[in-house]
């Protein structure tokens, strides 16, 4: 079966974030889109209740197409 991951977004005061959670181990990556455009990258390792709590904060799904645009402009 193919990995198939999950992308969120939550925009806040001065800056959002995106998130990318695998279906494989809760693994994943966190971004962070400053207001000078730097994005942030963050690898995770995230607990079975990842998704309870990105609803809870307010995180809405968006589009993979989305999370990779921003992805591009990190340092790998």
Same mark, same amino acid.
């Given at each position: !079966? ?6 969120? =977004? ?6 959002? +974030? @995106? +998130? ?10 966190? @971004? ?6 730097? +994005?942030? =990258?963050?690898? !995770? ?8 709590? @990105?609803?809870?904060?307010?995180? =809405? ?9 921003? @992805? ?5």
């Amino acid at each position: !079966m193919a990995n198939i991951a999950t992308y969120f =977004k939550q925009t806040f005061e001065d800056y959002q +974030v @995106l +998130v990318k959670v695998n279906s494989d181990g809760l693994t994943g990556t966190e @971004l962070i889109i400053h207001p000078d455009g730097k +994005v942030e =990258k963050t690898e !995770m390792e995230f607990d079975e209740e990842i998704f309870d709590d @990105l609803e809870e904060d307010g995180f =809405k799904s968006c589009s993979p197409l989305e999370f990779n645009l921003y @992805l591009t402009k990190t340092k790998s």
